[in-house]
């Protein structure tokens, strides 16, 4: 017997049939005995529904206000599932997040979890025959006792948030894919499903742009140590077990090989090399909300300047852009270069901790097919590097053979 | 500057064009200088397509999980008109039932009302602008903290029971006519509004087929004297006022002719005259639900039997037939007659109390016109008969006439 969190999404609860599809998964996992609680998101398309009735209601809306329309979706969804499983002799209730509680900061859209009151479901666990717990993710309420929204995407990020809560033994992430992979299976057919993946190395996949999870979703799980698994929510089989790291027995040098394309490359060429400047750009960027990526600084050369390049996403590079052209005379550069047709592709994998050849045989091995390398980054265990976006494709098929995860 | 709640109802608020013009008439009483409250319905459509879809996932639903489903319209209703208010430069925000709380009983998908807490909001009226409050008519929570529903068109009686838990100088209710009138005017052409009616009069009104307002409403705003208005929601003038009986000035022996054509009466010739027998038929009637209307007994004649005549509505008329027809030996009646073909015509007025002629004319304007009379009953304010129903438009208009109330 165990507890277990299974959390569905939209398209997963996308009308009655798929519902009943969930609750026959649902029921299957009570059956066998387990303690239940699923997180459900609003059928696919009603989020973005009444998204757009407020939008047209008023364009710069009352946050507040858009989290009491849009939460009801997730409603709608409890009181469905909770019908069904009863329907099937499944012991069953919804819950809201007002009726755990389910509390997040003020951040009314894009709030974070302060704590979940989970005693009430772990009682009925235990005295009314182990009653299914069905609770709508992406919300719940302000310290002044309004709706809150997590954000778009926030329902892996509370099914996690309440396996903590209910101290569950995992938390099942059902999706359209059936795991994690290698890597993208589009652009690499060789790509294999991984069993079994540390949250450390998850987290750095998700960051680096593996779609499957949310990241923040996994980082909660690393910090919590709680199991997560990934898997399909149309086949019947075992998806990707995502770990505490003492709990991964393969020893391979790299795990995945993650990539983006949403990736774009400014460089100020010709910055002077003085104190504050480096703080001038970069504050300049935070303080309009780009999130900046990857920076590298070329050595200062005779004219004590330097090259100053960094990268932000795609759809911020416009912006980041008029940002820097207009602080062109205070931060003194020459010339700023602007480039968008980039990708990142990164290695992950614990083994590299232990193994220090494992950075040498990435660039060894781009090197052998012609690819130039514009930025690089590492951390303890991942490497990325930024190459020209004709080559993406060519450089993770390359490294995927060279680190041995072909199927 | 007057306390005023306002119920507007579905398609009131159909869509965001009508929301729009419903935040204009709350705009206009908030620019007056009043504290506003606003009580709405679900978009029109929205509650059928919410009830449809737990019809779909298990017609035998739990209520409990219906209310949490269906409730969602209301609140999407809730957030868009604060938004639409704020937009307009309005002070306003939404509350939800557990926010208040509004507090019923936990007879899921037809809860009374147990205990409104207005404090919050009157606070508001007082420190922040006059902030409006905009409330979800229809639903509340159980003690048990679960989501509740009053029923079917419970947003009337919701807007009532908060008009008097903030102490509201009175509560307008905006529908689709322009007010209560003496009878209905696809009837009867020369029906007139009526300005001020009592509580007492529009109750009876109410219960005897018109059918502008809920009986359940009046009901609760006759015990705490709450004065209504039944107004446009799409035309600019004053409506009807429903007001205590000390505040209406006329005198007229009759205020309204309400009729009802979804009669139907069952006769049951030859019920032995013997203690019980009444008893034994209105049980068995009131334990299936079948809600008893008029009721005639006939003088017993010489072999001690008697004839036995009530009035049901006609949705009711099979199941009460079989009904009977199932208890035939146990009641002991003769022949069973049933006809739905049937209407009650009634008229209303608090000035029948002193006027003892009033029931009279009524009898002696019907019998000039050839319509006989079935059944009567009476109460202090009303007097009702049911006639065929192909003499309902003859005897409307011919009492409408003689008690004066043509145009």
Known sequence: MARIVMKFGGTSVGDIDRIRSVARRVKAEWDDGNEVAVVVSAMSGETNRLVELCKVANPMHDLREYDTVVSTGEQVTVGLLAIIL?????????WLAWQLPFKTSNSHGNANI??????????????????????????????????TTLGRGGSDTSAVAIAVALKADRCDIYTDVDGVYTTDPRLVPRAQKIDRVSHEEMLEMASLGAK??????????????????????????????????????????????????????????????????????????GDAGINVDMIVQSQT???????????????????????????????????????????????????????????????????????NIKVIT????????????????LAVRALHSEFGLDV
Do not use: C, H
């Open 301 to 371: 050369n005779e004219n004590q300047a330097t090259d100053m390049t960094f990268t932000v996403t795609d759809t911020d590079m416009d912006r980041a852009v008029s940002l820097m052209e207009s602080r062109r005379v205070e931060i003194g550069y020459q010339e700023l270069v602007a480039d968008d047709k980039v990708a990142k592709v990164s290695i992950v994998g614990v083994g590299m901790r232990t193994n220090s050849g494992v950075a040498q045989k990435m660039f060894r091995t781009l090197s052998e097919k012609g690819i």
């Open 378 to 393: 590492t951390s303890e265990i991942k490497v990325s590097v930024l190459v020209a976006e004709e080559y993406l494709e």
């Open 86 to 94: 009863q329907s099937m002799g499944v012991e069953a209730r919804s």
């Open 212 to 285: 499957v999870l949310q990241t923040r979703s996994v980082a909660l799980a690393m910090r919590y140590q709680m199991p997560l698994q990934v898997l399909s929510s149309f086949e019947n089989k075992p998806g990707t077990f995502i770990v505490p790291e003492e709990k991964v027995m393969e020893t391979a040098d790299v795990t995945g090989i993650p990539f983006s394309k949403a990736e774009a490359r400014i460089t100020l060429n010709g910055v002077p090399d003085r104190p504050g400047t480096s703080a001038l750009i970069f504050s300049a960027l």
């Open 114 to 147: 302060d704590n979940i009151d989970g005693s009430q479901i772990i009682a009925r666990f235990e005295t009314q025959d182990r009653q299914v717990a069905v609770i709508p993710g992406f919300q719940g309420i302000s310290p002044l006792d309004r709706v």
